[in-house]
């Protein structure tokens, strides 16, 4: 070293001294890094958690980046992921790597889930370590979900349509936890704008808190040492036996991250494959709750759920969607409290085994049946409903034609006749002596308010029963409403083009 830079040196030192005096950085080395962990704990199954860890940061990343081009309105939602997805530089690959990195998390995130059951780690003194793994298991999967719906296409639709439904039967409060969840009564731009809220603000800032949380319990309390069999937890003895290990054979903690390094290094690779061989996913169809898909299908981590929902008895709704989920989560935050103490290791517990084959079994059956099955979601909500006999009765062929379409287009869904049926549009017992022919056109085929537009559902002939139908809904012996002057524009907009737009859709 030169005589010259010996000030530089005496300088910079001064400022690392500086620096340190003020933030400390020494100590929390020593506090984080530094502190000891048992060798046993550096094992290739102790690294779950860490792998969890870098999904979440890739999701981070991705996330901010992924904001800056998606627009979170149910009109433009869709549309922004077309451009990301074909003209911007790599923007595909952004998507792909927010998906697969989010599929990844979930799958990782069960595992080292499992691996702690399997070793005990959640035994004393790591009960509140636990359980706030399993609060951020419930939240990942809520972030997982309110994802899928950012895609805002028909995937993501039905999802919330399901979630919804579900929800609805909840008893005493299932209405007011539907408005919650959408935003309102229907699937709209506010159901997006509370999902985004979710997605980007509430849940990843939850998230966030929680795995502080989890890190400072694993800091405080320790790595687990690798169990062996025979060795029994006993909350008297276990913090001393702990610390003997530690000064035993203690090791720093930055010197047992090896072998995370290398699995993340391989987890790192994989997302990053499968987003470049297999890419984004979707967006699919968009959405549109006057088309009825066939194929709809969540997001991998709800394929289960998906299946479970369509294998499910008509009537056992309840119990399997609010009061199993309710004993499931009582008993997954209840286990170190109800299996504090005693054998950690596996081999011995043949119970803790059994528990993880049959979970995995089932979870893993029912997202393949997900995956295959037939299953379209049903939104029959009135369409099953009969329609009352003045409604049809006296109708001519085309009229009786455009109540049939009335059912099946779902229109009842939103529309009550004579009281039976949806409350989101208004009740069209008498529409006939409100609208005359050109704007019940109108408003069929561009919809409007919060209707959706069917004329891409509809051929012009269809839209002629459906009208002369609507027509008629008016008390018997009067006459249909006469709307009288209106600009020539409407005329021509309301028969003419979108009408042909259908037929040439078709
Ligand atoms: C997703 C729910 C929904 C569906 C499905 C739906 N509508 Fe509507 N409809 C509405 C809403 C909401 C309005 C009120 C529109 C507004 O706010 O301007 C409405 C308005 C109307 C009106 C005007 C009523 C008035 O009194 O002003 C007619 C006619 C109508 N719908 C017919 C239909 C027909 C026919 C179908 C089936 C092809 C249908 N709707 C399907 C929600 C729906």
Known sequence: MSAKEKP??????????????RLHIVKIWNATAGHPIPKTSASWFYTFGSMTLLCFSIQIITGILLSLAYVPSA???YRSLEFLNFHVE?????????YWGSNCMVIVMFLHMTQVFLWGAYKYPRE???????????????????????RFDSDAFWGVGIGAAVLGRIPFIGGQLVSLLLGGAIIGSDTLSRFFAFHVFILPGCILALVSLHLRLVLLKGINDYPKPGIQVNRRTYDATYEEIIRKEGIPFFHGIDKDLVANGILLVVIVSLAIFVGPNGPGIPADPAVRISDARP???????????????????????????????????????YSNQGEKHFARRPIAILVVLLTYLGIGM??????????????????????????IQARTPLELQGALLFQNKQCRNCHAL???????????????????????????????????????????????ALVSYLVSLRPPHTIPAQIPSRPEKTERVSTGEPAKQAQSGR
């Open 90 to 98: 790599l923007g595909w690959l952004l998507r792909a790597m927010h």
């Open 299 to 337: 997001d991998y981590p709800f394929l289960w759920i998906f299946a479970a929902a369509a294998l499910a008895p008509h009537g056992s709704e309840l119990l399997l969607f609010f009061v199993l989920p309710i004993i499931a989560t009582l008993l997954l935050i209840g286990l170190p409290f």
């Open 128 to 150: 509140l370590t636990w359980i706030s793994g399993v609060v951020l298991l419930f939240l990942t999967l809520a972030i997982a979900f309110t994802g899928q719906v950012m």
């Open 366 to 391: 029912l997202s393949y049946a997900g995956l295959t099955g037939p299953w379209s979601p049903q939104m029959e909500a009135w369409s099953g409903a009969p329609t009352k006999r003045e409604f």
């Open 75 to 77: 009109a433009e939602a």
């Open 8 to 21: 530089i040196t005496g300088t910079l030192v001064n400022i690392a001294m500086w620096m340190e005096r």
């Open 418 to 464: 004579g009281g039976v049926g949806g409350r989101r549009g208004p009740d069209l017992s008498d529409i006939g002596t409100r609208m005359d022919e050109p704007l019940l056109v109108r408003q069929v085929i561009q919809g409007g308010g919060n209707m959706p537009a069917y004329g891409n559902n509809l051929s012009e002939q269809e839209v002629r």
